[in-house]
T-cell receptor, first 115, second 110 residues
Framework: KAGVTQTPRYLIKTRGQQVTLSCSPISGHRSVSWYQQTPGQGLQFLFEYFSETQRNKGNFPGRFSGRQFSNSRSEMNVSTLELGDSALYLC??????????????FGPGTRLLVL | DQQVKQNSPSLSVQEGRISILNCDYTNSMFDYFLWYKKYPAEGPTFLISISSIKDKNEDGRFTVFLNKSAKHLSLHIVPSQPGDSAVYFCAAGGTYKYIFGTGTRLKVLA
């Protein structure tokens, strides 16, 4: 079974631009979660989607948004990029829950650099 | 408010010895816990999990212990190998999300 895939793997943008990242979950997985990883901050939860519905959201500004399609693929968008948005963005999928009782499997991440 | 804490940013252990990585949490509603290993420029790789109804779970060289009264879990790696050198994250499960610690960098010395 193929793992979680994320595209693109690397991205360079300038301040004020917007960016869209894509995630394809493991086949059969319907829950997709997004995380931001910055040095010293661990993995910060952005949001979780299941069946095209956002079920939970972390403490990020409204510039961060996401969506999920009927095939469970997910995208996240960051508008009006700031230097502090430079990070590794990770996507994880699980069968149903996205939380307690289920293991999440991660993709390789998208490294975003904002100049 | 850091609900999941890994207080040791780094740990060095000799090859063949035991590595013990610790994790503390504050929310008693968490009932499922995971450990991940992460290499640079890669996504985290799942290692082992434990449900709150258990106090121990083993998988090969990896054992996770959960002390619910102390809100503490630990990951034991025995014996440690140089390939185990990585950053280790613990995660605690809540409703539709996991909260991750900030990670512990393990270095296994040959």
């Amino acid at each position: 079974k193929a793992g979680v895939t994320q595209t693109p793997r690397y991205l360079i943008k300038t301040r004020g631009q917007q960016v869209t990242l894509s995630c394809s979950p493991i086949s059969g997985h319907r829950s997709v979660s997004w995380y931001q990883q910055t040095p010293g901050q661990g993995l910060q939860f952005l949001f979780e989607y299941f069946s095209e519905t956002q079920r939970n959201k972390g403490n990020f500004p409204g510039r961060f948004s996401g969506r999920q399609f009927s095939n469970s693929r997910s995208e996240m968008n960051v508008s009006t990029l700031e230097l502090g948005d430079s990070a590794l963005y990770l996507c994880a999928s699980s069968s149903r829950s996205g939380g307690a009782g289920e293991t999440q499997y991660f993709g390789p991440g998208t490294r975003l650099l904002v100049l | 408010d850091q609900q999941v804490k890994q207080n040791s940013p780094s740990l060095s252990v000799q090859e063949g010895r035991i590595s013990i990585l610790n994790c503390d949490y504050t929310n008693s509603m968490f009932d499922y816990f995971l450990w991940y290993k992460k290499y640079p420029a890669e996504g985290p790789t799942f290692l082992i999990s434990i449900s709150s109804i258990k106090d121990k779970n083993e998988d090969g060289r990896f054992t996770v212990f959960l002390n619910k009264s102390a809100k503490h879990l630990s990951l034991h790696i025995v014996p440690s190998q140089p390939g185990d050198s990585a950053v280790y994250f613990c995660a605690a499960g809540g409703t539709y999300k996991y909260i991750f610690g900030t990670g512990t960098r393990l270095k296994v010395l040959a």
